[in-house]
């Protein structure tokens, strides 16, 4: 199916609160000389006792409307992209359509961890371009530090909080969207999870906490066997070459893994753009933050085509290759 579906506009939202390498030197046995050379991160952001999901949700949509001059009232579906609602129900799309008033829309939440964001712009994408929607608001929105356990050094220095709102629009002139590839590895969803109703997984017993638990190093392995060779297998649907790419944005994990994944690509790191040093790992907010950050700074120019590969828990991932519409 060919897109006919083009981003209208994004925004993003960090909390205030910045959480550094040194304030984590007074929590847990760990340095900043250590944390950006194993990380690349010097610092994160870390939302209020009482700021939540939704609310950094909320603010990326006001962003998006501020930034960009569009409005979300005739908006007709909300995805929103989280594994950190406010509740369990009701979902935090219902509650963006309360905030902003809009009259007659589908309100859902996708789950897919640090690929979330790339998922709801593919179901954005087939969604409009089938004809089912006109106009869809995809929010990727973590309050990862609420799942945080900060007695963890291994983990308590990677995450932060962050969220990203893009508006898309039906436009067969000009669609965004080039080609999509996508996948999971089910079998690795123990490498990185946050337990639940069930305490097994896959035969393993999980560690009975509502903290956010990972096998950093099993990621890792998986992300740099399978992330290059599905950015590869992306380009030759498209019948493009590393290349013609202007920019690869990845989920912002760990500098160290996006530099191994770009040396496998070939990708220059001048080309590649990432949030991860200045907001730490916001799951699937991560990617709209890097993206905000090359428009604001210029890099990112109009019909500039970029990938989007997001991936985490699952273990999923999903790659975007579109064009730059402003």
């Known amino acids: 199916m060919n897109s006919k579906a083009r981003i209208a506009g994004l925004g993003t939202y960090v909390p205030g609160n910045i959480l550094t390498n040194h304030d984590l030197e007074e929590m847990v046995d760990t340095s900043d000389e250590w944390i950006v050379r194993v ?28 930034q960009c001059h569009v409005t979300v009232e005739d908006v007709d579906l909300i995805i929103v992209c989280t594994t950190t609602p406010d509740f369990s129900f009701p979902n935090v799309a219902s509650q963006i359509q309360d905030a902003f008033r809009i009259k007659s829309a589908g309100a859902m939440d996708l789950s897919a961890a640090c690929a979330g964001f790339t998922y709801g712009l593919h179901v954005a994408n087939g969604l409009i371009s089938s004809g089912l929607h006109r106009k869809v608001l995809v929010i990727g929105a973590e309050t990862i530090s609420k799942i945080t356990d900060y007695t963890d050094r291994t983990t308590c220095i990677l995450f932060g909080d962050g969220a990203g709102a893009a508006l898309l629009e039906f436009d067969e002139e000009k669609p965004s969207f080039i080609q999509t590839i996508m996948g999971t590895d089910g079998s690795g969803g123990e490498h990185v999870y946050r337990s639940a109703m069930s305490n097994t997984m896959n035969g393993t017993t999980l560690k ?113 290759l579109i064009t730059w519409p402003y």
């Open 208 to 320: 009975g906490t509502d903290k956010l638990v990972q096998n950093g190093r099993e990621v890792y392995k998986w992300a740099l066997k399978t992330i290059p060779e599905k950015v590869t297998e992306l380009l030759n649907l498209a019948n493009l070459t590393i290349d013609d790419i202007d920019w690869f944005i990845p989920h912002s994990a760990n500098l160290r893994m996006i530099e191994a994944i770009c040396e496998r690509l070939n990708m220059p790191m001048e080309k590649t753009l990432y949030s991860v040093d200045q907001f730490g790992n916001t799951s699937l907010a991560s990617i709209p933050l890097a993206l905000e950050k090359g428009i604001k700074s210029g890099q990112i120019k109009k019909n500039d085509k970029i990938i989007l590969y997001g991936f985490g828990g699952g273990l999923t991932h999903c790659g975007q």
């Open 39 to 66: 990380t690349g991160i010097h610092e994160r952001r870390i939302a209020d006792q009482n700021q939540f999901t939704s609310d950094l949700a909320k603010e990326a949509v006001k962003s998006l409307m501020r």
